[in-house]
């Protein structure tokens, strides 16, 4: 039953890391760009970020990763 929390503890750590790099990509590289509404737009690639997708991969990335941590940590008999 231990090897069943284990292979969910990375499970969870590899949809946090996963969240982590969607985090980066999306909103922290852009955060000094964003204007009065939120947005950003990068005239090369056409795109245009939100900086809401901060919060939302951001709170993702901590779920996922304080989920593995707790199935990692937990004890039981």
Do not use: K
């Not at 090897?3 to 990375?10: H, K, Q």
């Amino acid at each position: 039953m231990r090897w069943f929390r284990y292979a969910f503890a990375l499970l969870f750590a590899g949809l946090g890391l996963s969240s982590l790099g969607l985090f980066y990509d999306r909103y922290w590289r852009w955060r000094d760009c964003f204007n009065e509404l939120g947005r950003c737009f990068d005239p090369i690639s056409q795109d245009v970020y939100l900086e809401q997708t901060g919060l939302v991969w951001g709170t993702f990335y901590t779920l996922f990763l304080g989920t593995s941590l707790v199935l990692l940590i937990r004890r039981r008999p």
